[in-house]
Antibody
Framework: EVQLVESGGGLVQPGGSLRLSCAASGFTFSNYWMHWVRQVPGKGLVWVSRIRSDASITTYADSVKGRFTISRDNSKNTLYLQMNSLRAEDTAVYYC???????????WGQGTLVTVSS | QSALTQPASVSGSPGQSITISCTGTSSDVGGYNYVSWYQQLPGKAPKLMIS???NRPSGVSNRFSGSKSGNTASLTISGLQAEDEADYYCSSYTSSSTPYVFGTGTKVTVL
């Protein structure tokens, strides 16, 4: 059974940093592109970042470019999102998602809430 | 990259069919057959319901179907059931610097 479990969310002050993790199991993690998607509570889904299976390609939404860094450790089956210079507008539930075979998001984690507030 | 446009809400009675539209541009919905649909139950993570415009993943009810015409994709739920009450989001690959875009989301209410 495919499982994605996020962790690392919490309350952080504006300008602070946080690192999210996503532990994957039930599939060959090193074969798949992985993504981060966020959702402000009560609002819609917004794509944040992706990383190729071998970590050779990373892409970011304009809103987080230069502040967030996606990475992965295929030996630990874990995806990461390093978030720096956090702003109030980064407050959201952050989901990790696996990219399926046809440019979709076929499995999602349960999400981890990040709150940026003083 | 602007979000794809969906109606804020759609409702129907049990057993009826409803259709949710998802309108983009030739740079996203109209340019690629990489449109997918997600169901999000309250407090839960999204679940893939349709991929590649009209393909149903294993385990998804055949009451859910997808289509596309020009820059607009559609999700149809037939034989509406109480358990279908949820938020639904479309998504498309795009040619912009942000390669993926989601729709604004549609709340489906079963009357």
């Amino acid at each position: 059974e495919v499982q994605l479990v996020e962790s690392g969310g919490g309350l952080v002050q504006p300008g602070g940093s946080l690192r999210l993790s996503c532990a994957a199991s039930g599939f060959t993690f090193s074969n798949y592109w992985m993504h981060w998607v966020r959702q402000v509570p009560g609002k819609g889904l917004v794509w944040v970042s992706r990383i190729r299976s071998d970590a050779s390609i990373t892409t970011y939404a304009d809103s987080v470019k230069g502040r967030f860094t996606i990475s992965r450790d295929n030996s630990k089956n874990t995806l990461y999102l390093q978030m720096n210079s956090l702003r109030a507008e980064d407050t959201a539930v952050y989901y990790c998602a696996r990219e399926g075979s046809v440019v979709d998001f076929d499995y999602w984690g349960q999400g981890t809430l990040v709150t940026v507030s003083s | 990259q602007s979000a794809l446009t969906q109606p804020a809400s759609v409702s129907g009675s049990p057993g009826q069919s409803i259709t949710i539209s998802c309108t983009g541009t030739s740079s996203d919905v109209g340019g690629y057959n990489y449109v997918s649909w997600y169901q999000q139950l309250p407090g839960k993570a999204p679940k893939l319901m349709i991929s590649e415009v009209s393909n149903r993943p294993s385990g998804v009810s055949n009451r859910f179907s997808g289509s596309k015409s020009g820059n607009t994709a559609s999700l149809t739920i037939s034989g509406l059931q109480a358990e279908d009450e949820a938020d639904y989001y479309c998504s498309s690959y795009t040619s912009s610097s942000t390669p993926y875009v989601f729709g604004t989301g549609t709340k489906v209410t079963v009357l």
